[in-house]
């Protein structure tokens, strides 16, 4: 046989090949998400936790195969961005988020709150109420996005931390002063300071309520077949599925979209 033919043949077999492999994947999906107890963490070496429960729920709905991988959040984050992976949470509904990712319908409902150390007399009301302090925060993140939005004009002092652990570590230590303050989803906060025994902390006011989303990877999945993603979450809102799967953990799902 010609050099060209067996050039042709080789190209034909390494074409049909592809097609196989894209064809053996075309019903799994990967999904990375981070240690972010109580809504996602590792148990017995698996993802779990309430945003893992649904998604698995919803891919079921789908018939897709959903692999879940815990990862730092960074590194999960770049992955997604990067299109390696086809989809991550737990996400918030931010312009940099909706850019890179098609959201899903909102999940489950969340807060934001300030704590502060116990000795303080600090209550949040309002943005006015933060001007000049110092502000612990994770990020890069959505809680970090929520403290520039309220603090834009406060002349806070922002400070950048690897994870949410260290901010509160952090506070307890009193190394952002007497008057210091974290920012943090309220939940979190509560579920770190009762599994690290944090002693000296208090809940000081309610910063902003928010939702959780899941984030579809927009060079990996497209617009239909996000949609078709959206109509399954939907479909657990409406039949009742979405807040079964929520009650065990104590956390209510959002508004179920029309």
């Not at 815990?70 to 984050?77: E, K």
Request: hydrophobic letters at 40%; glycine letters at 8%.
């Amino acid at each position: 046989m010609s050099g060209w033919r067996l050039a042709l043949l080789a190209c034909l077999l390494c074409t049909g090949s592809l097609s196989v492999h894209a064809q053996a994947e075309a019903g799994r999906w990967r999904f990375v998400t981070e240690v972010f107890p109580p809504f996602s963490y590792q148990e017995n070496g698996e993802a779990a936790g309430p945003m893992v429960d649904v998604l698995k729920a919803a891919c079921q709905r789908l018939k897709r195969s959903c692999d879940i991988s815990v990862l730092p959040w960074r590194r999960a984050l770049g992955m997604a961005e990067r299109g390696e992976v086809e989809g991550i949470f737990t996400v918030v509904d931010t312009p940099e988020r909706r850019q890179a990712f098609h959201l899903s319908p909102p999940v489950l409902e969340a807060r934001y709150t300030f704590f502060s150390r116990t000795e303080s007399r600090f209550q949040y009301r309002k943005p006015e109420d933060i001007r000049g302090r110092m502000v612990g925060v994770y990020g890069p993140s959505g809680t970090l996005s929520a403290l520039r939005e309220i603090g834009s004009e406060q002349g806070l002092e922002e400070q950048i931390e690897l994870d949410n652990l260290t901010a509160l570590r952090k506070l307890a230590a009193g190394r952002y002063g007497p008057e210091g303050l974290v920012l943090i989803n309220e939940r979190v906060a509560q579920t770190l300071i009762a599994s690290e025994n944090l002693q000296g902390l208090r809940a000081a006011g309610e910063a902003k309520r928010f939702y959780y989303h899941f984030g579809l990877t927009r060079l990996r999945v497209d617009d239909a077949t996000s949609r078709t993603f959206a109509q399954a979450l939907r479909q657990l809102c409406q039949n009742g599925e979405l807040q079964r799967r929520l009650d065990p953990y104590r956390l209510r799902a959002a508004p179920c979209p029309p």
